[in-house]
C-alpha cells in the first residue's frame, strides 16, 4: 500500500502536510499552527488523526497541538532539544529516531538551520 502526501495551505506563509497510511489507515500531521484546518482537511479526506509530528517550537508549527490532541487523542512527536516550548509533546525525539506513520518509515534529521532543536522527518 502506499503512503499519500496531502501539502496544503491553511495560512498565508506556512504549509501543513498531511501523511496517510493507506494499509493502517494512519495518518499524522507535519506540524499543526491551528488545529481546524487540520481537522477539516483530514475529515474531507475520510481521514482520522493518529499523530502530529512537530517539526520545531514556534507557535505557527504548535498553536493547534493541544486542541488536536483533546479531540483525537492522538500521539505528538517532536524534538527533544525543544520540549520544553512544545505543549503535549509525547514522543521527544532525536536525530537517527524513526517514526512510523503505520508502515512507512522516516528517519529523523536534525536540521539546526531555523531553530536550534528543529526536526525534519
Given at each position: ?42 475529515a474531507e ?49 532525536h ?27
Amino acid at each position: 500500500m502506499a503512503l499519500i502526501v496531502d501539502v496544503f495551505q491553511p495560512f498565508s506563509d506556512n504549509f501543513v502536510c498531511l501523511l496517510h497510511d493507506e494499509a493502517s489507515g494512519a495518518t499524522a500531521s507535519v506540524d499543526a499552527g491551528e488545529s481546524e484546518p487540520i481537522a477539516k482537511r483530514a475529515a474531507e479526506h475520510g481521514w482520522q488523526l493518529t499523530d502530529i509530528f512537530i517539526t520545531h517550537h514556534h507557535s505557527d508549527h504548535t498553536g493547534g497541538v493541544a486542541a488536536l490532541k483533546a479531540e483525537f487523542g492522538l500521539t505528538v512527536t517532536g524534538p527533544a532539544g525543544e520540549k520544553s516550548g512544545i505543549v503535549g509533546l509525547d514522543r521527544p525525539v532525536h536525530g537517527g529516531d524513526t517514526l512510523l506513520p503505520g508502515e512507512t518509515r522516516f528517519e529523523i534529521i536534525v536540521a539546526p538551520v531555523h531553530t536550534h532543536g528543529h526536526l525534519s522527518p
